[in-house]
């Protein structure tokens, strides 16, 4: 009876399922696992040498993956099992940022499957962006003197939210009505929209939102004088 119940065993070895994804916006690989049964010591998660593939084992059982992209070479890394038992695995891995040899930054990221997200911080009045496949001029240098990074996505509803929420403090008419100024000019009032100036660029992790007269050699979309974003340039600093 005992071998029958040990044949039932064998035969209903765990699966194993692996699923990677590649999160560029924060250069990383994410890798899932998922098991018939739950972990234990014996489990264990490999990464090639050449970074191209992740093993993983259990219960005598093994199955790879091909990933999405290089990581770079180094000697076999042990990933590691969260010691509490459980069927869906995690690992995160961290993707190092290679710059081409011309040294330009692809912003798609195609080749070496890496992307870097920019910020104001890495542009200069002397930065230039060209198209990534036809090369033309889009933002000549010294055309925008200023960059600034664009709010978070939830900053309109913040802000709404902080202004109808904030403290009441005992105040004349005349204070609040020239403290209100003060934060009108500072950008950040109740009623601030988010303006796009010609000269001044806005940084997003993975697009720019520019004035019209500051781009050249771009067809015009959209609503008359909207901004447009550009998404795949190459960026020369």
């Not at 590691?80 to 961290?94: D, G, H, Q, V, W």
């Not at 019209?212 to 004088?225: A, L, N």
């Amino acid at each position: 009876m005992s071998g029958d119940h040990e044949k039932i065993d064998t035969h209903t070895a765990p699966t194993i399922h692996l699923y990677a994804e590649h999160l560029q916006n924060i250069r990383t690989l994410s890798i899932q696992a998922s098991l018939a049964t739950v972990s234990n010591q014996e489990t264990r998660a490999k990464l090639s040498a050449d970074g191209s593939l992740l093993t993983l084992q259990h219960e005598g059982e093994s199955a790879s993956i091909q990933l999405p992209l290089d990581i770079g070479r180094h000697s076999d890394a042990i990933l590691t099992i969260p010691a509490a038992p459980t069927k869906e695995l995690s690992f995160r891995l961290s993707v190092q940022e290679k710059a081409d040899a011309s040294g330009q930054l692809a912003a798609n990221g195609s080749e070496d499957g890496l992307i870097e997200p920019w910020t104001a911080s890495d542009m200069t009045a002397q930065t230039e962006m060209q198209c990534a496949a036809c090369n033309a001029i889009l933002v000549p240098r010294g055309e925008i003197t200023r960059w600034k990074d664009l709010p978070s996505e939830g900053w309109a509803e913040m802000m709404e939210f902080w202004h109808c929420h904030k403290p009441d403090a005992p105040q004349s008419h005349d204070h609040s009505h020239g403290r209100d100024i003060e934060n009108a000019g500072r950008g950040f009032a109740a009623n601030s929209t988010l303006a796009v100036r010609t000269g001044v660029g806005l940084v997003g992790p993975t697009e720019f939102l520019l004035a019209p007269d500051d781009c050249k050699s771009i067809e015009p979309y959209g609503r008359p004088h909207e901004s447009h974003g550009i998404q795949t340039p190459y960026i020369n600093a």
